[in-house]
Each structure stands twice: as C-alpha cells, then as structure tokens.
C-alpha cells in the first residue's frame, strides 16, 4: 500500500477543466461517480476562489478524458497540466490579517465596538490580533481587537 502511494504522488498529473460558473459542484458529483468504475482517478478538487474550474488528480489524460466524456456541464479541458505546488497553493487558508495594512480602514463586526469603523495601526498575526484607532471617538481611541472582529472597508 505504501508503495502505491509514493508512486501515485510521483506519477499523478492535475488536469483542470472548464465548466459553467456556478455548477462546478455538480460535474464534480458526476465525475465522483464515473471516477468510481475508473482505476486512474485519484482526487478530484473544486476551489473556491476559482469559479468555473475544477481539478482532477489521475495518472494521466486518457483517465480524465474518459470520464468527462459526455457530462453537460463541462466546456472542455485546459491544454497541459498544472504542477502540485499551484494545487498546493490554491488550496492554502490564507487568514484575512494577512492583506491588512497599517492605515486600511476596517469595520468592527463584533465586541462592544461594533459598527464602528477603525484605522489599522498594526497587525500581529502570530496572537491573531490587531490595534486599531477607532474613527468615530472623540478622542484618539486604540484597541487591540481579534482578527476575527474585524472587516476590511478600505485600502489607506
């Protein structure tokens, strides 16, 4: 078992195909139940951030190819295959503190600061947390809140 494994990491091409916006999930149930009957498929991935596009994991095009025949919402297959490390890095989480910049206005979604909106000072994403200026104080007003409480509004 193990050594199939390796070699399916070693041999296994991504193969990303086109499909209507909006109905990536439902081609991606039929090609789960065709990939069932077919011995080269390994995965089959829908992004989120990709919006009509779904990647297939199989041992080679002639794989992909056959199960896709004939399912109605596919438009067709990008030429050549993508490389593990851009699957690998559509799938990452990236945190929303991430893009926050000291100046960016943010909004306040929860605490008792709620609704109000706020100027980022700085950003410390090993506590997950961020000190902001809190716009409509009548005194310049700095709190540290949790990343989770804030929304990016605005670029500085």
Known sequence: MAST?????????FAVLRTISGK???VALVLELR?????GIYGILVPSDLKGYIIVESDGIHSVQKI???VKHVRGR???SITYEEVERLLKVKSPLEELQPGDVVEVVAGPFK???ATVRSVNLAKNEVEVEILEAAYPLKVFLPGDNVKPVGKG
């Open 5 to 13: 494994e390796s070699k399916r990491n070693l041999t296994s091409q």
């Open 24 to 26: 990536e999930l439902n």
């Open 35 to 39: 990939a069932s009957s077919e011995p």
């Open 68 to 70: 896709v025949k004939g």
């Open 78 to 80: 990008i030429a050549g």
């Open 115 to 117: 609704g109000l909106k």
